[in-house]
């Protein structure tokens, strides 16, 4: 079981890396449909790097889940939940609200 948790993590691990480069955009659901005109709107780079960081810390609560199995520690299981299902949430309300990485407001974080 926890090979299996590893192999999941490793992908994501490799996506969160691209991503703090600034690169890897084609790849987000949502942005990777608009137009070509729409993606002008947005900062690219900066929605790539803002990205990475909620994907490394889904890593680490991979890892966690991981470790929980393997040292067979539930408190370490519930940690891990509670993490990825808050990064879940805060990505998805910081992302789509205030319109943070649209080009034209820049200014308003």
Do not use: H
Not at 31 to 36: A, D, L
Not at 47 to 54: A, N, Q, R, V, Y
Request: charged share 15%; with cysteine.
């Amino acid at each position: 079981m926890v090979g299996a948790i590893l192999v999941i993590l490793v992908p994501f691990l490799i996506f969160a890396i691209v991503l703090s480069k600034g690169k890897g955009a084609f790849l987000l659901a949502g942005y990777n449909t608009m137009s070509n005109s729409e993606k002008e709107k947005y900062r690219e780079e900066e929605l790539c790097k803002f990205m990475s960081k909620i994907m490394f810390g889904i890593c680490f609560s991979i890892l966690l889940i991981a470790l929980s199995e393997y040292f067979k520690i539930q408190f370490l299981l519930i940690i891990g939940l509670i993490l990825i299902i808050g990064l879940i949430v805060f990505s998805m309300v910081y992302s789509n609200t205030g319109n943070r990485f649209k080009t034209d407001s820049k200014d308003s974080y």
